[in-house]
């Protein structure tokens, strides 16, 4: 039997989500309008006011905001509301440069959390489930989402965070688990760590998982189902538009409902902004229709992917995103760590390398590896030959310093690097995460 956590809404009529869409983002233009000069001289420069959106079918009227925008007016920019008013900041992992910053009010958070809500109840959670909550706590908005989400829900709440994974499995089995939040590459290292410890699924009661952050193929779902004995949910968001819980799976498994009353999506051509009609491939672009603090207004996410209003077993009405099926920018996810090749590169010529390296990742025993691989320059090669592993690792240590995650630094022989006619392959992606 399918559960809803909010039937009325999660299975709302066409015409009636259309009608409270209408509404709300009617009212937050005004809102963001009046609140957020940044955003306003975007509208003024466009020629578009608040009176020229009268409903969503005006809604490509208004300028986008990307990721740039965000970094240029960091940290307070794009606030709307006084910080007197904010309760509540969280942040993204290991951009360039500058991070991005979101804030929330107690009433986002609340909307946060009950976005979640509908993500655990979709996978069967109730108040009679215990939920082991294995995303990242802090800045990053895995560990607390999930946890405010299954507290509404009413579920028993273990604050696991991430590693120390037998613990994690300890825990897992003295508690009784039933529901497991992490990335999937993590869960996938859990069900290997739960047999490497002589332990069966006989051994644990888990019965579902909630795993997202990063992209996941049917492959690794069915893997990660039959090694701890559970059905494997997909959950998708980004820090920009709160955290996890923008869009979730149901029963079907076949994509992600989008939480349409609190953000309007739009799937448009990353090359000319042009908006495509549904079914087609391209980038989502999220409106966020409820939020008060970190209201973003045509927001690029980068993720490519398609969007479908087939109807779902489930019953949901709720428009579907498929799996994100690339990116329309460099961003590489390692580790659930979101990590741009730029950065790598500021590194190094910060420590007196030229820019002559390759990126690799993959991912053995279900865990992400980066191996970056550095040339050294002809006049400095003799001398670095001595001590070849104590400069690996300094460089290392500079890398980790900047990304959070710590690679492995190969220094090659110059002009041992390909060289390419046309832009430079700066990154391998063994992973093969399109599924
Ligand atoms: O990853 C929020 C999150 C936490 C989602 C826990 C799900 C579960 P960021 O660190 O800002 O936020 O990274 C957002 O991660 O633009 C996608 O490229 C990628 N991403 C998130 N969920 C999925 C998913 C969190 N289910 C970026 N599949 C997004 C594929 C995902 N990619």
């Known amino acids: 039997m399918e559960r809803y956590w909010n039937k009325e809404i999660e299975c709302m009529s066409r015409e009636d989500m259309k009608k409270l869409q209408d509404e709300r983002l009617v009212a937050q233009v005004k809102h963001v309008y009046a609140n957020v000069p940044y955003y306003k001289k975007l509208m003024d ?29 960091y940290p307070y920019g ?23 910053v979101a804030f929330y009010t107690q009433h986002d958070i609340d909307l946060w959390e009950d976005c979640c809500a509908r993500a655990i109840t979709a996978a069967g959670g109730t108040k009679d489930d215990v939920c082991q909550v294995c995303y990242g706590y802090g800045l990053f908005t895995g560990g ?33 688990s039933t529901i497991l939040c992490c990335t999937p590459s993590y869960a996938a290292y859990i069900g290997e760590t739960l047999h490497e410890m002589g332990y069966t699924t006989d051994d644990i009661k888990l019965k579902a998982g909630i795993f997202g952050a ?18 494997a949910y997909d959950i998708y968001g980004l820090t920009e538009t709160s955290g996890p819980g923008v869009s979730f799976e149901c029963s079907e ?77 460099d961003m590489l996810i390692i580790r659930g760590v979101n990590v741009f090749p730029s ?16 990126i690799e990742v993959d991912r053995v025993n ?53 060289r390419s006619e046309g832009k430079a392959v700066r990154v391998i992606d063994k992973r093969k995460l399109q599924g």
């Open 214 to 231: 990063e992209p996941w193929t049917e492959e690794m779902r069915r893997e990660i189902e039959k090694s701890l004995g559970i059905k």
């Open 366 to 418: 279900n865990s992400d590896t980066l191996d970056i691989n550095v040339e050294m320059s002809d006049d400095k090669f003799s001398d670095m030959v001595k001590d070849i592993q104590q400069k690996e690792r300094e460089l290392a240590a500079a890398i980790k310093t900047m990304l959070g995650i710590s690679p492995k630094v190969h220094l090659v022989p110059p002009k041992t690097i390909a």
């Open 253 to 329: 498994q076949t994509g992600m409902h989008i939480n349409e009353d609190h953000f309007i999506a739009e799937i448009i051509d990353p090359d000319t902004g042009e908006v495509l009609p549904e079914g087609s491939k391209g980038e989502l672009v999220f409106t966020s229709i409820t939020k008060e603090a970190f209201p973003l207004l045509r927001y690029r996410t980068r993720d490519i992917c398609v969007l479908t209003r087939e109807k779902c077993s489930c019953g949901r009405t709720l428009v579907k995103m498929s799996k994100p099926l690339g990116r329309s920018d």
């Open 45 to 73: 420069e466009k020629g578009v006011t608040p009176d020229d959106i009268r409903s969503t079918a005006d809604l490509h009227k208004l300028p986008f905001l990307t990721k740039a925008d965000l970094r240029e007016a």
């Open 343 to 358: 950065q790598i590169e500021t590194v190094l010529i910060e420590q007196g390398y030229a820019p002559n390296y390759q």
């Open 144 to 176: 607390p989402g999930l946890n405010g989400g299954s507290h509404k829900v009413g579920c028993l709440t273990l604050p696991m965070s991430s590693g120390n994974t037998e613990r994690q499995i300890q825990f897992m089995i003295d508690l009784q």
């Open 78 to 100: 794009l606030l709307a509301k006084p910080l007197s008013e904010c309760v509540r900041i969280q942040s993204t992992s290991g951009t360039t440069g500058k991070r991005v």
